[in-house]
């Protein structure tokens, strides 16, 4: 690495100035400690101290280049290798560790007329295919919303495949982010910054308002309102579900809620029997 020459004319004539200028500023500092005497303005470096200057400037760069080679190196193989993880990961992977996944808890994936929706609607939506567009109908840009009656799979279908190394998602429940307000008077649990997705489960069974120290506090309300100001596009990361209508939620929001969801989010209405066992 160090036998190559980097430096370039203009980078040598200004390394072999900057060293005739140190040592003019070294000698100066000694003649004032009277160590040496006279005039040192004409000062020239010697053969020895500008083939040394150079050699140790050369060093440098090349190591710097060496270096820079190999972090952008190391920055095309984990594109590459990302880029295969995630060719990897289509569709069709997604639903077979689904499948594997429910048959590992001990039940199996049933994919009907009742599930099919949603079971192809998270595979194409954390796979990253087209198909959730345009096959669905559904945008990226926007979150999803998964509605329906108790038992119908919404939040166990997701966390068969949250787990993934291309698109994973946070699994949180509202009863654990109100149990948190209750005792503290805030959450700060939710980790845009670490997961991909964040799925809030059972959006409405909190009832609004909890009571804290005799303070009336309204969680998703806020907390909603407050991503929407900032970057309403911020959005697209959640997967919401819920049992309400949008009347309800209204009433446990408020309009403006209801009207930001119905802008930023699609919606997949979950209807049929219950899927827990009897």
Avoid at 157 to 179: D, G, K
Avoid at 211 to 222: D, E, L, R, V
Wanted: proline share 1%; glycine share 6%.
């Amino acid at each position: 690495m160090t036998d190559v020459w980097t430096l370039t004319t203009e980078e040598e004539a200004i390394i072999l100035a900057t060293a005739r200028y140190n040592k003019i500023k070294k000698l100066q500092w000694l003649a004032k400690l009277d160590r040496i005497g006279g005039d040192r303005d004409e000062v020239e470096l010697t053969p020895d101290e500008a083939e040394k200057a150079l050699h140790v400037a050369n060093q440098s760069k090349a190591w710097k280049l060496h270096t820079e080679a190999t972090k952008a190196e190391n920055r095309h193989r984990m594109r590459i290798e990302a880029q295969e993880v995630k060719a990897k990961w289509n569709y069709q992977h997604f639903f077979r560790v689904m499948k594997d996944e429910a048959y590992q808890r001990g039940i199996d994936l049933i994919f009907n007329e009742q599930t099919e929706r949603l079971i192809k609607t998270i595979c194409f939506k954390l796979s990253g295919d087209r198909r959730y567009e345009t096959e669905m109908g559904y945008s990226f840009r926007k979150g999803l919303i998964i509605r329906g009656e108790p038992g119908l799979g919404k939040t166990w279908i997701v966390s068969l495949v949250a787990n993934n190394p291309v698109c994973s998602v946070q699994m949180v429940t509202m009863h654990e982010i109100i149990a948190s307000v209750m005792e503290s008077g805030l959450y700060t649990g939710l980790k845009f910054a670490s997961y991909n997705l964040v799925y809030l489960d059972d959006v409405g069974t909190e009832g609004g308002e909890v009571t804290y120290f005799g303070t009336k506090i309204n969680w998703f309300k806020t907390w909603f309102e407050e991503i929407y100001a900032k970057n309403k596009w911020a959005m697209s990361r959640l997967i919401v579900s819920t049992n309400c209508s949008f009347t309800e939620i209204e009433k446990l929001y408020g309009f403006r809620v209801r009207d930001r969801i119905a802008e930023m989010f699609d919606i997949i209405d979950m209807t049929g029997n219950s899927l827990r066992r009897k």
